[in-house]
T-cell receptor, first 114, second 114 residues
Framework: AQTVTQSQPEMSVQEAETVTLSCTYD???????LFWYKQPPSRQMILVIR??????QNATENRFSVNFQKAAKSFSLKISDSQLGDAAMYFC???????????FGKGTRLHILP | EAQVTQNPRYLITVTGKKLTVTCSQN?????MSWYRQDPGLGLRQIYY???????DKGDVPEGYKVSRKEKRNFPLILESPSPNQTSLYFC?????????????FGQGTRLTVV
């Protein structure tokens, strides 16, 4: 069975600095999708970035980028120039191509220090 | 506007009193699912549906029922709620496979069972 592990329950970063959130996963599939979702205090689940496993190039969305290491099954999220609005719970998620199920990690709560 | 609509947003009920949380999506998505979110446990899938009249158990289905009579609606039913079902619930929908496979989430339902 697939699993997603986020080993950092909480992290803090100074405003304007860079922070990296870790995520590892386990799967026997070769074709799948990986996501990072942000959950601010409003509770809304917001897609931050997505990565297709067949693409070697790391995805980037403005200040958010990933380091996708397929062989190591690692999918970390880097947030550059951290802003107060980045404070949230971040979830790493996996979706295989066989049964459409999305599996979430337990989340990392990110604090931004002014 | 493409969206997933959940109701109610907040609900306080007593043990044993049947309740239904509604979920509706306007994106013609095939795949719909229900998650519960608890501190330290992330999002865990309760039930999912791959299309009309097709539903299956997720990781934590005990105490819940679902139905998928129409493509757009996927209600969650608690026949006899208990305090351990106090949680934050999310409905999500997505296309079955292919591109744009991320899940779109409702705004969440905070359920308290006393």
């Amino acid at each position: 069975a697939q699993t997603v592990t986020q080993s950092q329950p909480e992290m803090s970063v100074q405003e304007a600095e860079t922070v990296t959130l870790s995520c590892t996963y386990d799967t026997s599939e070769s074709d799948y999708y990986l996501f990072w979702y942000k959950q601010p205090p409003s509770r809304q689940m917001i897609l931050v970035i997505r990565q297709e496993a067949y693409k070697q190039q790391n995805a980037t969305e403005n200040r958010f980028s990933v380091n996708f290491q397929k062989a190591a099954k690692s999918f970390s999220l880097k947030i550059s120039d951290s802003q107060l609005g980045d404070a949230a719970m971040y979830f790493c998620a996996y979706r295989g191509n066989r049964d459409d199920k999305i599996i979430f990690g337990k989340g990392t709560r990110l604090h931004i220090l002014p | 506007e493409a969206q997933v609509t959940q109701n109610p947003r907040y609900l306080i009920t007593v043990t044993g009193k049947k309740l239904t949380v509604t979920c509706s999506q306007n994106m013609n998505h095939e795949y719909m699912s229900w998650y519960r979110q608890d501190p330290g446990l992330g999002l865990r899938q309760i039930y999912y549906s791959m299309n009309v009249e097709v539903t299956d158990k997720g990781d934590v289905p005990e105490g819940y029922k679902v139905s998928r009579k129409e493509k757009r609606n996927f209600p969650l039913i608690l026949e006899s709620p208990s305090p351990n079902q106090t949680s934050l619930y999310f409905c999500a929908s997505s296309k079955k496979q292919g591109q744009n496979t991320e899940a779109f989430f409702g705004q969440g339902t905070r359920l308290t069972v006393v």
